[in-house]
Nanobody
Framework: QVQLVESGGGLVQAGGSLRLACAAS?????MGWFRQAPGKEREFVAT??????YYADSVKGRFTTSRDNAKNTVYLQMSSLRPEDTAVYYC????????????????????WGQGTQVTVSS
């Protein structure tokens, strides 16, 4: 059982920046970020898997995810934020070795955090 605790959400103006953090209680092979806006499905944002990082096209060049393995913590640095980035952001972890690269799918992950709200005002 791995517990994930997100922090760092809040209200920011368009063009601003925020950094989210997700602390895990155990080790994982991948840690990802998803987001869910009201009335929409949860969507992939970014993930770190082994030594690689992957991003959704909508956030490439604006968001950066990084991982501190010593602290079992993953970060999501968000810059040039837009109103359409407004959502609840969730951290997710996969603890077992992966046979496929479906890191963009919610079902690929084993554990989820409680979510943190990010609101971008125009």
């Amino acid at each position: 059982q791995v517990q994930l605790v997100e922090s760092g959400g809040g209200l920011v103006q368009a063009g601003g920046s925020l950094r989210l953090a997700c602390a895990a209680s155990g080790r994982s092979v991948a840690m990802g970020w998803f987001r869910q806006a009201p009335g929409k499905e949860r969507e992939f944002v970014a993930t770190t898997w082994t030594d690689s990082t992957y991003y959704a096209d909508s956030v490439k060049g604006r968001f950066t995810t990084s991982r501190d393995n010593a602290k079992n913590t993953v970060y999501l640095q968000m810059s040039s934020l837009r109103p359409e980035d407004t959502a609840v952001y969730y951290c997710a972890a996969r603890v077992s070795a992966a046979l496929n690269a479906a890191y963009y799918s919610t079902s690929w992950y084993n554990y989820w955090g409680q979510g943190t709200q990010v609101t971008v005002s125009s």
